[in-house]
């Protein structure tokens, strides 16, 4: 079964950077799809960046510029690098993965994953 653990999340100012990591049990460089999602205190689950098994990645429109999702897949790990943190980017973050395609849903829908890390907190201060 395949477990993913996410760490990074901290407390940073406005402006700040944080690199967010997610390390996989299995062989990544297989999986289909992975990505990122959060959920802000009092909002619904939003997807924030994803990776295909053939490097495709996509981002929701809030992070394009700000954020990038990349992999090791030597290292069994996924990244998210966040630039010029805003207060609004204060939430939960999960790292998840589809080892095999999920119907034909958007990297950004959760409804296109299957396994999902505990979360990590990143709390942005003005």
């Known amino acids: 079964q395949v477990q993913l653990v996410e760490s990074g999340g901290g407390s940073v100012q406005a402006g700040g950077s944080l690199r967010l990591s997610c390390t996989a049990n299995?062989?990544?460089?297989?999986?289909?799809?992975m990505g990122w999602f959060r959920r802000a205190p009092g909002k619904g689950r939003e997807g924030v960046a994803s990776i295909k098994s053939d490097g495709r990645r996509s981002y929701a429109d809030s992070v394009k510029g700000r954020f990038a999702i990349s992999k090791d897949n030597h290292r069994n790990t996924l990244y998210l690098q966040m630039n010029i943190l805003q207060p609004e980017d204060t939430a939960i973050y999960y790292c998840?993965?589809?080892?095999?395609?999920?119907?034909?849903?958007?990297?950004?829908?959760?409804?296109?994953?299957?396994?999902w890390g505990q979360g990590t907190q990143v709390t942005v201060s003005s």
């Open positions: 998840a993965a589809a080892p095999v395609a999920r119907g034909n849903w958007d990297g950004l829908d959760f409804r296109a994953y299957d396994t």
């Open positions: 299995g062989n990544m460089y297989s999986y289909y799809l």
